[in-house]
């Protein structure tokens, strides 16, 4: 047995992955709802997470389901939304006490089950729609959610750079949805789409804990009923590869009234998760931005004084890696010219063997940390789902152990900027750069 005992059990209308491991004295539960990003339904579907955690048949108001969780001991249950690569993926997670560890004979599981199922499967509705209620106050939620990224100024720059370097491609779309469109949908249209949801999404659902993996195949064949003719998509191989070959790099500027103003990059890598050069782009990042020690907080934050912050981050499904860096308005050309300084350094094999090895260290305990938590643990796991891959966490770790300096080399010559996004504070006199 490996660092996680992980089984695949494919049932009609899911894939069921259970984790036993005695680690937890709770079971988690997650959903993932996976289908490719869609323009004309992404807002649809943001709705359709939050009003799905808000009602099911049994327990058809927020305040009846929190009561039903109460009575298991306390349960939790959550719904968010996640982009992974060209796919809008709908979590929704469950967490209840594992009755193994109760002092009467309470079935908490088989009523978890019950319950969760319900969410997916038989959500509160009147007149063979959406309960107008729960429609509206969720509408009201969303809007908030969508209005609250102009107010973080850190993601309204990471969204403003991604609509520019993915203008027409799906990935640009928000997660969330567009505010405009909200009021507009029905409580019919939302329930029209969710049955094409039931009837057509990939569904994974991942049991994490002290439990059997017949049991819990059992539970899931009693409780979740799908229907016999459901037509789940076939699953591409792979993540649609990148081919935009980049002749100028885009720079956009845009003006508010902003204290800090904010530097947002977007490097195509030509490299996703299911890619052999994968682990080396993970070093990359690592040596580029993603750690303290990297060379982005380094030179840009610590010798230069350039930025508040400095750091990159990938995308592994979209083969991306995004820079973010808060800097004075005036420093802009300076931070830019830095920033593209470091590229070049790891380019050129400029990799002292610290940076080298404390980034492999770093990122073998990032996986560590991160699979010690159920939801850290199915987030991994889910990546094989979204790449059409099978790799264990196992290989993973001796896939960044076995990169080379050569690799990242390599790996960081592929490695294009392709749109700079800055957010600038509104001039107050001539002497401004930009």
Known sequence: MGIVNHKKTDLHGMTVHTIETKKYKTTSFILQIKEAINEKNVTKRALLAYVLQSGTKDFPSSKELRSALDDLYGATLSADLSKKGENQVI?????????????????????????????????????DVF?????????????????????????????????????????????????NEVDGITPKDLFDYYQEVVQNDKVDLYVIGDISTDEMVEKV???????????????????AKDEKRISDIKEIFEEQDVQQGKLHMGYRTYTTYGDPDYFALQVFNGIFGGF????????????????????????????????????????????????????????????????????????????????????????????????????????WMEGIKSVTKEDVVKVAEKVKLDTIFFLKGAATNGNENV
């Not at 107010?151 to 370097?165: H, I, P, S």
């Open 131 to 179: 309960k107008e209620g729960i429609v509206k106050k969720e509408k009201r939620s969303l809007k908030q959610q969508i209005e609250s990224i102009y107010d973080d100024k850190m993601r309204y720059a990471n969204k403003r750079l991604l609509e520019e370097m993915y203008e027409s491609e799906p990935y640009r779309l928000n997660v969330y949805g567009n505010e």
């Open 91 to 127: 979590s929704i997670r469950m967490e209840v006490a594992n009755e193994k560890f109760l002092s009467n004979s309470e079935p908490v599981l088989d009523k978890a089950f019950h319950l969760l199922s319900q969410v997916l499967l038989a959500p509160a509705v009147e007149n």
């Open 221 to 239: 064949k009693k409780h979740f009923r799908f229907s016999k003719d459901r037509n789940e998509k076939e699953e591409q191989a792979s993540a």
């Open 292 to 395: 303290s020690h990297s060379k982005l907080f380094m030179n840009v934050r610590e010798k230069e004084s350039l930025a508040y912050y400095a750091a990159s981050r990938f995308e592994s499904h979209k083969g991306a890696v995004f820079v973010m860096s808060g800097i004075e308005t005036g420093n802009y050309e300076k931070a830019v010219k830095i920033i593209k300084e470091q590229h070049e350094e790891i380019k050129n094999g400029n990799i002292t063997d610290a940076e080298f090895d404390q980034t492999k260290a770093m990122i073998n305990n990032q996986v560590l940390e991160t699979i010690d938590h159920p939801i850290g643990l199915s987030e991994v796991l889910y990546h094989n789902v979204v790449a059409g891959t099978n790799r264990s966490i196992e290989e």
